[in-house]
């Protein structure tokens, strides 16, 4: 069965960083494209980022580029977002996605 469970959200100031996780069961991580998507109060989900299979690298929105990196780290079936400098508009819901199953998300608030 596959499960995906997000953790690492925070309450965090403008500027400052966060190093999300999604821990994955029920498949070889490294085989599967594999996203994390946000959603903002009121908006729908917006894409940040996803890698490839075996040897991907990832590839992000222009709204993130430069200050997010996605990695993963098979041996551990955990998948990381790591988040710097961030922006109030980087407030939001954070899931890591497989396809279209979804973990519960984590709850991410920049504000000052």
């Known amino acids: 069965q596959v499960q995906l469970v997000e953790s690492g959200g925070d309450f965090v100031q403008p500027g400052g960083s966060l190093r999300l996780s999604c821990v994955v069961s029920?498949?070889?991580?490294?085989?599967?494209?594999m996203d994390w998507v946000r959603q903002s109060p009121g908006k729908g989900l917006e894409w940040v980022s996803s890698?490839?299979?075996?040897?991907?690298?990832?590839n992000y929105a222009d709204s993130v580029k430069g200050r997010f990196t996605m990695s993963r780290d098979s041996a551990r079936n955990t998948m990381y977002l790591q988040m710097n400098d961030l922006k109030p508009e980087d407030t939001a819901v954070y899931y890591c996605?497989?396809?279209?199953?979804r973990g519960q998300g984590t709850q991410v608030t920049v504000s000052s």
């Open positions: 996605q497989k396809g279209t199953r």
């Open positions: 890698i490839n299979g075996i040897g991907g690298t990832p």
């Open positions: 029920g498949f070889t991580l490294n085989r599967y494209l």
